[in-house]
């Protein structure tokens, strides 16, 4: 844990200097500090949310807090950003933050093609930095999915990915020079693998673990999450195009049909 959300703890100096992504958290330079979303704002609301108010109520709290928060930042930014996935980004940092206090709160979410999921086995799980993936996460492993280790793009300071307001933890596989190594005996014994195919948002897709899913006979399948305008997430699951990545043809329609899906949602929220 990198930090405590109890009063006293708060390192909001230590805290700028990190990125926390859906599957792990990195060091950021200050000048790309500057363009992200206000870190210091989503602290302090995340310490008064979880302070004052119980923790059934944490999720509404933090989405009535991203009205004001993206209201304001558009505001003073002279490219407008769009204002829901502002909202869905600063909510993710607040998700995030009330997390780490290790009490669990309710998410409200639907799910889409989840029936896809159910008896999967040597599987990977594969998406992109959309904020508020971690709850498709969740949801799969509410629903009994098994997801036996996450790809993270670092170390974890306990060895183990958590998911939004959720006690449960996946074993995480740090993306190391053995990482391959590492997930293939994971799938090879029927077990389920998850990650990101990019390492930021709007960052290049690659193709490694499609190449990867090809050679050792495993299953590709997409997730996705996005804030509606009710304030309930989405989490949608789909089969890769050809969920076997036999080949390039192959591998480039699934990467150009992830291309396109984030796109949609991207597009929604504008």
């Excluded at 602290?43 to 302070?51: D, E, M, Q, T």
């Excluded at 204002?83 to 995030?96: E, G, I, K, P, V």
């Excluded at 190594?181 to 799938?187: I, P, Q, R």
């Excluded at 969920?243 to 949609?264: S, V, Y």
Aim: net charge positive; hydrophobic share 40%; aromatic share 10%.
């Amino acid at each position: 844990m990198l930090f405590s959300l109890h009063a006293g703890n708060l390192n909001l100096k230590q805290y700028s200097a990190v990125q926390l992504t859906p599957l792990g958290y990195k060091k950021i330079s200050r000048g790309r500090e500057k363009k992200a979303y206000p870190h210091q704002w989503c602290v302090a609301l995340a310490w008064f949310i979880s302070a004052v108010i119980p923790a059934r109520h944490w999720y509404k709290a933090a989405l009535k807090s991203t009205l004001v928060t993206a209201s304001v930042l558009s505001l003073f930014r002279k490219n407008k950003p769009a204002f829901r996935l502002t909202r869905a980004n600063h909510l993710n940092r607040l998700l995030s933050l009330l997390t780490r206090t290790d009490t669990p709160f309710h998410i409200p979410y639907r799910n889409y093609g989840m029936e896809i999921l159910h008896g999967a086995s040597g599987t990977i799980f594969c998406s992109v930095h959309l904020p508020l993936a971690k709850v498709s996460i969740r949801a799969m492993v509410e629903q009994q999915i098994p997801i036996n280790a996450a790809i993270t793009g670092a170390r974890l300071p306990d060895g183990k990915m958590s998911l939004f307001g959720s006690e449960e933890k996946i074993p995480a596989i740090f993306g190391d020079a053995f990482v391959l190594v590492k997930a293939k005996k994971v799938l090879d014994r029927g077990g389920n693998v998850i990650l990101m195919i990019d390492r930021y948002s709007n960052d290049k897709l690659s193709p490694n673990i499609m190449h990867f899913c090809g050679k050792i006979d495993a299953r590709m399948v997409f997730y996705f999450s996005h804030l509606k305008r009710d304030g309930i997430i989405d989490n949608i699951y789909t089969e890769a195009p050809y969920p076997g990545c036999k080949n390039e043809t192959e591998i480039k329609e699934n990467i150009a049909f992830l291309k396109r899906k984030t796109a949609e949602i991207i597009a929604e929220m504008n």
